[in-house]
């Protein structure tokens, strides 16, 4: 019974990425049980916030089966413009319309350049990012935006139940987006992400859902842009550098797969808060937080190593089954493992 | 006839890029008469040449199908390894050299095994390797009690000398260490067994498994080359600059891939060659230092080379398509 127990939750990704994150939680806790202190996990979690956004709006991508690697650069730019918008006066609804549209034109330009033209999309996105990252550059003219208004900082800081108002927006984005993936238009994604051909034969919108799936993560993007600028108070033309690749590792953490179809938000914002909290982790076990990168990189290849063998383990289990259930031979434990199997799916 | 025709198709493609380095050389050369000077325009190649190097064997693996997104934070890691095993373990340089190729080969190694023996997707296993290795890179530096920002410098005159010579007063060396490893790369990729195994892999590799070829094994040397390449580019950087630090290499990911891609490799394998990127990475390094003679910030110097990637690969794709419908009419007339 408990194997049966066990085999159902790593099937579940969300929960098994849940399970994670406790463990890892705890563990730091037993070495340095200040980092358990309910100020110091809600701080982690806030902290989090802009690669939730970014990871939640490239999972649409990813279960689309493609990538999106201009998000870093989109970030930076939406966070350039509006910043200087909102340094300037500018009513603030105006600069978040602005770094909306920004979002809008390069998810466009992504998508159609690969449904249009028909560009791998991890190319066109690697061009759309050199030339947005050009772009920050052009419009800041190198130099940092900075002495931006105390009250817009100041909206970064705003709590409710300890939990930040930009998390709540996250964390309702989230929820609106799961409910969302479980509409039929939702739905869509999966399917075309599990099988493209299937997906254009049984009359699924291939093109409309993937230009608006990579149209999604451009937006969620440059809306994290927004919250980075109130976050850190400062823009350089660097910003964002590299959060595409930390992003596409978070959703992985989170269980959802490159080659598409499998995964789900909760999972992507998961992984987010594990990505995030590293850093912070290394320092409550007295480690400096140069070793990032390293504990990072493990961290990714151990449980994406793990996470494929027990996927393949799977595979050959049907497999063997079906073997068995197709030879004579087998009919006596066929029927055993046929009902083993219904439980399986219960 | 089909082969004919595909040989004409890809030395069309090399033209292409041939013409597009010589239409670079002259619009440069008007915008800047120095950038015509021999002495510049050879030593150009000092600023380009690990994204020259590294391409070269990333191609081999992008044409398995493939993905190297590490081979930037392994320039890093072996350069690293040079500065700490030269200076903190007292070795000969060349021995610590030869090390940091062990060293990149190892990583290779260990990330080729994750995707040709565990069968994860590519890009990830990459991606974690370029977190770990340049994380590595940084830990080591730490654990050597170096200073992150200085580097480990002062390396003895004879390593110094060896990317920074120039035959003739004009050709440095590195353009003949460029010339070898592009000798050395054509040689592996088109005309060994091994070269042709590693494009089969690339256009269908159960096909290649079940004519009893060890796809998978050579899908992992593809990652130990490329690492190997990535540490011999560390190698290059650290003595033509003369100081080992753990950040090289961190921003070559995105050019190198472009390289390929321009060169005409399939990202989605089986096609490809290393002329073309070779010509490809020329082509691009060429942009960038000419359009920054020309007198452009560097920082803006992505935009041209992201603007003519998406336009060579998207009027390949549309060539691409227009040409399977004419096959398709063909074929359809045929069979009518």
Known sequence: MQSIDFKKIIKQRGVSSLFFVIILFLLVGLINPDFLQVSNLLLTLNASVVFALLSIGISFVLFTGEIDVSIGAVLGFSAAVSATLIRDGKPWAFAFLVAVFIGVVCGLINGCGLMFFNIPSIIITLGTNSIVRGLVYVYTGGRWVENLPMEYKALSQVTFCGITLFYWIALIIMLAGTFFLHTPAGRNFFAIGDNIDGATLIGIPVKKTKISAFVLSSVFASVAGLMYVSRIGFVTPVAGNGYEMKAIAACVLGGISLSGGVGNLVGAVLGSIIMASVGRILVFMKFSSDYDGTITGLLLIIIVVVDALLQQHTIEKTRRLRLLAKTAQGSAQNSKNSESDKKDGE | ?336
């Open chain 2, 1 to 336: 006839m089909i082969n004919v025709s595909m040989v004409k198709k890809k030395i069309g493609w090399e033209l292409f890029l041939i013409a597009l380095l010589l239409l670079e050389v002259v619009v440069f050369g008007f915008a800047n008469p120095r950038f015509l000077r021999p002495q510049v325009l050879f030593g150009s190649i000092n600023d380009f040449i690990s994204i020259c190097v590294i391409s070269l064997f990333v191609t081999m693996v992008i044409i398995t199908g493939g993905m190297d997104i590490q081979a930037g934070s392994i320039v890093g890691l072996s350069s690293i390894i040079v500065g700490v095993m030269w200076k903190q373990a007292g070795m000969n340089i060349w021995v610590a050299c030869v090390f940091a190729v062990l060293g990149g080969m190892l990583c290779g190694l260990l990330s080729g095994f994750f995707i040709a023996y565990a069968k994860v997707q590519p890009m990830v296993v990459t991606l974690g390797g370029s977190f770990l290795y340049s994380g590595l890179a940084i830990s080591i530096t730490r654990i050597a009690k170096v200073e992150l920002y200085k580097g480990i410098s002062g390396f003895p005159e004879s390593f110094i000398q060896f990317s920074n010579i120039r035959f003739f007063g004009i050709f440095p060396s590195q353009i003949l260490i460029f010339i070898i490893m592009i000798l050395i790369a054509f040689i592996i990729l088109h005309c060994t067994k091994f070269g042709r195994y590693i494009y089969l892999c690339g256009i269908n590799q159960n096909a290649a498994e079940y004519s009893g070829i060890n796809t998978r094994f050579i899908i992992m040397l593809t990652y130990a080359l490329s690492g190997i390449g990535a540490a011999i580019a560390g190698i290059i950087l650290t003595s033509y600059l003369g100081t080992a630090k753990a950040d090289f290499g961190k921003e070559l990911t995105m050019p190198i891939v472009t390289a390929v891609v321009l060169g005409g490799t399939a990202i989605t394998g089986g096609k490809g060659s290393i002329v073309g990127t070779a010509l490809s990475s020329l082509v691009i390094g060429l942009m960038r230092f000419g359009l920054s003679m020309a007198g452009m910030k560097t920082q803006y110097l992505d935009i041209p080379v992201g603007i003519i990637l998406i336009i060579a690969v998207g009027l390949r794709g549309l060539n691409e398509l227009g040409l399977l419908s004419r096959f398709s009419l063909k074929s359809l007339r045929k069979n009518s």
